[in-house]
């Protein structure tokens, strides 16, 4: 087995004794000045763990603890691949497996972790039923479209999904720090009437692989150059103006594919030196045209009873037109924090011995 090289400030950090580690909350009470200067004094093995004593050089103050020998293992093994499954069919489950089960819970989260999407079928067509999906991983985000939001057609749209017209392809809420991770749509009501309005899901993954590889200099550009982002609408109960700006595509320090941001509806303009805006339009053209020509895209119309469930930060979505024809299209729908999911997924995967493929959920992250 390859070695583990362990710094002492970072064995130091991680000391486990019950005078660094509080026993019930698992916090910690060491603080940086407990790491200046800081040196290993004597270490040996003691059945699974580590016996240190550290020195600090200036002061002379010593310290001994322990840190268990699977700690080092985990946290200084070189980096997971983040494997992740493409999708060629919508994955699918029942509501009462999900409902009843932690392990119905695991799979679902599961599909959601690998391929970042999974239809729920068998659900009740009730006010707000999506709300008790949410709940069984943790509770629904609160946005400024509440907990729980419509889509449906009305005179006025806040929103362009509130019309019948197409709805391009994008995320939700883009325009937030920490956008919604994963998104569910309940369909309550879909009158065969109704000529259109199907959903359309596309995996950004293999599609920025393929721009990495096909195209790395655009690929450099999208990782690199900040788009704006925003949503300003004075037009409705509670005013909202917000802007964030950060790349399209957001890597990790070994490069991997970690977050995403894609909804042209609502970027702003451009605030880039001017020999940067060359660049970055030509590779934002070229990845709109690869998204839209995807072959990874999976076209469902959802029943009455069906709840569409897809990551917010990998998965685009968009809705065809549609012609009402006196028929009515209704759905409801809520987001979940992606952390609270990612943490609900790890967690169940460790207290009932079950493995996923993916190591990462497109939080900005890789751990």
């Known amino acids: 087995s390859p070695e583990r090289v362990a710094h002492a400030c970072w064995l130091r950090q991680n000391c486990q004794c019950s005078a660094c580690v509080q026993a019930f909350s698992g916090q910690r009470f060491v603080e940086a000045h407990h790491l200046e200067g800081v040196k290993i004094d004597s270490v040996r093995l003691q ?15 010593k310290h001994e603890g322990e840190v268990a020998i699977s700690k080092v293992w985990k946290h200084l093994s070189p980096p997971p691949s983040l494997n992740s499954i493409t999708a060629t069919t919508l994955p699918v489950i029942d509501y009462q497996v999900v409902l009843e089960s932690d392990s119905g819970l695991w799979e679902w989260l599961k599909n959601l972790g ?16 999506v709300k008790t999906l949410c709940d069984r991983i943790c509770h629904a985000q609160k946005t400024i479209y509440g907990e729980v939001f419509e889509v449906v057609l009305v005179d006025k749209p806040i929103n362009i ?9 994008h995320m939700d809420l883009v325009y937030y720090e920490s956008p919604p991770g994963l998104q569910l749509l309940h369909c309550l009501r879909f009158d065969s009437c109704v000529e259109g309005g199907e959903s359309v899901l596309v995996d950004t993954l293999p599609v920025l692989e393929e721009l990495r590889k096909e195209h790395p200099t655009h690929f450099h550009s999208l990782a690199t150059l900040p788009a704006t982002f925003q949503k300003i609408h004075y037009q409705r109960d509670l005013p909202v103006e917000m802007f964030y700006r950060r790349p399209h595509i957001s890597l990790d320090q070994n490069g991997h594919i970690v977050g995403v941001f894609w909804a042209p509806a609502f970027e702003g303009p451009l605030q880039l030196p001017k020999e940067s805006m060359k660049p970055y339009y030509e590779a934002y053209c070229l990845l ?29 979505h968009s809705r065809k037109e549609f012609k009402p024809n006196g028929g009515q299209r209704y759905f409801q729908g809520a987001y979940v924090n992606i952390d609270e999911f990612e943490s609900r997924l790890k967690s169940l995967s460790t207290q009932l011995g079950l493995h996923w493929a993916s190591s990462h959920v497109f939080n900005q992250t890789s751990c």
Do not use: Y
């Not at 059945?47 to 103050?61: D, E, F, H, P, R």
């Not at 999904?161 to 392809?169: G, R, T, V």
């Open 288 to 316: 709109g045209r690869m998204l839209n020509n995807s072959s990874h895209q999976l076209t469902h119309r959802l029943q009455p009873g069906e709840a569409l469930t897809f990551s917010n930060r990998r998965v685009l």
């Open 47 to 61: 059945g699974n763990n580590l016996k240190l004593c550290w020195v600090q050089a200036a002061s002379g103050c």
């Open 114 to 129: 690998e391929t970042g999407m999974c239809l729920v079928e068998g659900v009740p067509t009730e006010d707000k039923i």
């Open 161 to 169: 999904a509130h019309s019948a017209a197409e709805l391009p392809l």
